[in-house]
């Protein structure tokens, strides 16, 4: 029996064999019109992944960690916040949160499905508490394309007072009780990271130009929405991006 040859983990070519003209279209006609920084084509993708997940407002930005970072930022999350994280997931997820300062509180995940374990969560928040924190939100991960237990994770955040905010980088495309991921929790975002669900649908659906960007956060607040579109075009967007976050020079609460 002679061995498989191994499937790459992204495989670009097969995309650029399947869509390379359309690609090369959407290219040259943004290289005609000029708009290469929050252009038209940006708009139409933020239109469209809306419509598709069933949200208001749909911001892009340079990648999912970005997404995560704006949605904490808008939230003015800072030192001394508590942000419940799962403890198996992408660095970024927990990452942004010390990027701004705040302390990421991992809670354990679930055997069946290697999502927060809600029970987990539910005996962290004092743990959090007693160590002079506040608690702010928990940031549920939706691990290998299956959205985490949210009717718990709701009533949990209820009673505490908590937002959730959903990390489907790996899950866009899925839905959890007829709702598709991007409108569950208060807030989600999402990755275009060629190997991620997302990507790999949204070059399938002819959707090239917005392949251009690659994340996107979904939100049903406006309050946010209103502080993420200006974290996007004044901190995230300068030069040195999140890194002035790190200063914490940009983010107060
Ligand atoms: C769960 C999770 N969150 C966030 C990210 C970050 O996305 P990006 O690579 O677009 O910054 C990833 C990427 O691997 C991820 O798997």
């Known amino acids: 029996m002679s061995l498989a040859a191994p499937l790459p983990f992204i495989d670009l070519k097969?995309?650029?064999?399947?869509?390379?003209?359309?690609?090369?279209?959407?290219?040259?006609?943004?290289?005609?019109h000029g708009a290469f920084i929050l252009g038209p084509e940006v708009r139409e993708l933020e239109a469209q992944l809306a419509a598709y997940a069933g949200v208001k407002h749909c911001i892009s930005c340079a990648s999912g960690t970005d997404a995560l970072m704006m949605v904490l930022m808008a939230k003015g999350i800072g030192p001394g916040d508590a942000v419940f994280c799962p403890s198996f997931t992408f660095a970024a997820t927990a990452e942004v949160v010390a990027l701004l300062g705040a302390s990421p509180v991992f809670v354990d995940v679930r055997e069946e499905d290697f999502n927060i374990d809600p029970a987990s969560l539910k005996a962290a928040i004092p743990v959090a508490e007693a160590a002079g924190l506040t608690p702010r939100g928990i940031i549920a991960v939706d691990l290998f394309g299956q959205p985490a237990d949210y009717r718990a994770l709701q009533s949990i955040a209820d009673a505490h007072g908590l937002w959730i905010l959903a990390d489907a980088a790996q899950s866009f495309g899925a839905s959890y009780d007829n709702r598709r991921v991007g409108a569950l929790g208060d807030f989600a975002t999402t990755s275009f990271f060629p190997a991620k669900p997302w990507a790999a649908t949204a070059t399938a659906a002819r959707s090239s130009p917005t392949t251009m960007i690659s994340a996107t956060c979904c939100t049903r607040s406006a309050s946010t929405v209103k502080a993420a579109i200006s974290m996007r075009t004044s901190a995230l967007?300068?030069?040195?991006?999140?890194i002035r976050c790190r200063r914490r020079c940009c983010c107060k609460k």
């Open 14 to 32: 097969a995309q650029r064999r399947r869509l390379g003209p359309q690609i090369e279209q959407a290219l040259a006609r943004v290289l005609e």
């Open 237 to 242: 967007a300068s030069p040195g991006g999140s």
